[in-house]
């Protein structure tokens, strides 16, 4: 079939999905409840089709909540401006500065210098790289970025080739990229958009903060065992390279260090605004507590960062011959950049979330799962499970939109903490390496030529097992002695 008539089937079969789901009611709920699941039915259905772009499906609940009396307008917009929204818009804001003045790429660079030039070592130097940028910027705008230093280290070592298997180098540096940026994005609530669906959902409905440093207690070190796995699967026992240290690379990478000069006076300015907003969300809960004049929360702090950046001037760069110019270090304009349909994409989901709740559904999924599940490690790892399989074919964004309900109201209905379902939940969804639609980081490196897709499943069936195993225990053993803190 041609892609219009894809889409039209996508369109229909959404269309067919809602019909179904409020006429026949297969689950004989209320009437008020069948307008929403059908609702529910036709975005769930456009958004894994992908019948129409994402931030358009989220739109919908504007039009259709009102036309359908299940929500005002006044309500349903309000979603859209959802304190979780600014978090991301300011992490959003600190990511385009920092590739605007080109850190990144020396951030980078210098991670690699420092790890060496053998073919194992570069690979290891671009997985710490990327996953720490990973940490505090979207993933996908991270891959963009790592993309193209890798691609040039590519083509170095591929020019001045001195023994090893160079086919096997060029695949692990797509996949370190790709799945770096995937685990490094799950150590920080900001990290990736499914842990800011999560803690958003989760602190709306339980009016309880999830602590920004508990969060990172929890996955940072998780995120550095599975990239430390990836390291070892890629380069020690799938695709070994085995290309000792290369002058060529050396020099490559010394070179490019050298064109980038000292640290530039916005690169300075950035790098400090960057470092204090970190800080910041690190030490809220101290800084808190030190006094009563404010409370600082991580919401504020994101926008802080990002208002900082527009009112901290550039001052003398290369691009003004020296010269003092009237320049922030973001402008504006530098905004068309911004990922807005993620941020619309967000509220979406939130108003979808908070109709499915008001209306009974959530409660009433949970009660039904609850029949079949006995609670214990087993669920989770269950629910770990269906989450990082699903997410192979859905978009890990809107996965934990419908998710996050479901799993948390499981979790009340047999007396469980929501946490001990919702996070693993909401990790494994990221952890999606099997297929190139799992993430947008698997789709750009995917499209570099390097992988063969027989090679992503086979790596990436066992990179899921790997991350299934370490999440389930690390949420069994660890989350609770975090709860009870």
């Known amino acids: 079939m041609s892609k219009i008539q894809v889409k039209l089937v996508s369109l229909l079969a ?16 209320a009437e008020p409840a069948a307008r929403v699941l059908a609702v529910a039915g036709l975005m769930i259905t456009w958004w894994v089709s992908e019948a129409l772009p994402m931030p358009v499906v989220a739109l919908l609940p504007l039009v259709l909540f009102p036309l359908l009396k299940i929500n005002t307008m006044k309500s349903t917009a309000a979603s859209y401006g959802n304190e979780v929204i600014f978090l991301f818009m300011g992490g959003f804001m600190l990511g385009l500065a920092i590739e605007k003045w080109n850190l990144h790429r020396r951030i980078a660079l210098n991670i690699v210098k420092a790890t060496g030039t053998s073919g194992n070592r570069i690979i290891l130097g671009f997985i710490l790289a990327t996953g720490f940028l990973s940490m505090w910027l979207s993933n996908t705008a991270t891959t963009m970025m790592m993309f193209p230093i890798a691609l040039s280290v590519i083509k170095v070592m591929g020019d001045k080739q001195e023994g090893g298997n160079y086919a096997h180098f060029n695949l692990s540096m797509m996949l370190a990229i790709a799945w770096s940026s995937n685990f490094g994005g799950i150590a920080t609530i900001i990290g990736t958009p499914p842990n ?10 339980y009016n309880v903060n999830i602590d920004f440093v508990d969060w990172m207690i929890l996955c940072t070190p998780l995120a550095l065992i599975l990239m430390f796995a990836l390291y070892l ?11 000792r240290s ?3 690379a050396r020099k490559h990478i010394h070179g490019e260090i050298a064109l980038l000069g000292k640290l530039s ?4 300015r950035v790098l400090l605004v960057f470092s204090v907003t970190a800080l910041l969300w690190i030490f809220k809960d101290l800084i808190n507590l030190s006094q009563s004049m404010f409370k600082l929360d991580d919401n504020m702090i994101a926008i802080m960062g990002g208002l900082a950046l527009f009112i901290f001037p550039a001052g003398k760069t290369e691009q ?8 922030g270090l973001l402008e504006w304009s530098d905004t068309k950049e911004l990922a807005w349909g993620i941020l619309i994409l967000f509220g979406g989901g939130i108003a979808l979330a908070d109709a499915m709740e008001k209306a009974g559904l959530i409660t009433q999924l949970g009660a039904w799962l609850a029949q079949y599940a006995g609670g214990g490690i087993f669920l989770l790892f269950m629910v770990t499970f269906l989450s990082i399989f699903i997410s192979e074919v859905m978009s890990n964004v809107a996965q934990v939109i419908v998710f996050s309900p479901v799993v948390c109201s499981l979790a009340d209905s047999i ?11 909401t990790l494994a969804a990221s952890c999606a390496s099997m297929l190139p639609m799992g993430t947008p980081p698997n789709a750009i490196v995917f499209a570099s030529g390097h992988i063969r897709l027989k090679q992503m499943i086979k790596a990436g069936l066992v990179m899921n097992i790997v991350a299934l195993v370490l999440i389930t225990l690390f949420s069994w053993y660890l989350l609770p002695m975090l709860m009870k803190g």
Do not use: C
Not at 233 to 243: D, E, S
Not at 265 to 268: A, T, V
């Open 196 to 205: 800011v669906q999560f803690v958003g959902y989760f602190e709306r409905k």
């Open 233 to 243: 699967l890629t380069t020690k026992v799938l695709f070994p390279n085995r290309i």
């Open 246 to 248: 290369s002058e060529a």
């Open 265 to 268: 006076g916005p690169e300075k």
């Open 415 to 425: 007396g469980m903490n929501p946490l001990l379902l919702g996070i693993p939940m």
């Open 14 to 29: 959404g269309v067919l999905v809602a019909l179904f789901l409020y006429f026949v009611n297969p689950f004989h709920v």
């Open 320 to 327: 003004t011959g020296g010269k003092n110019k009237a320049e």
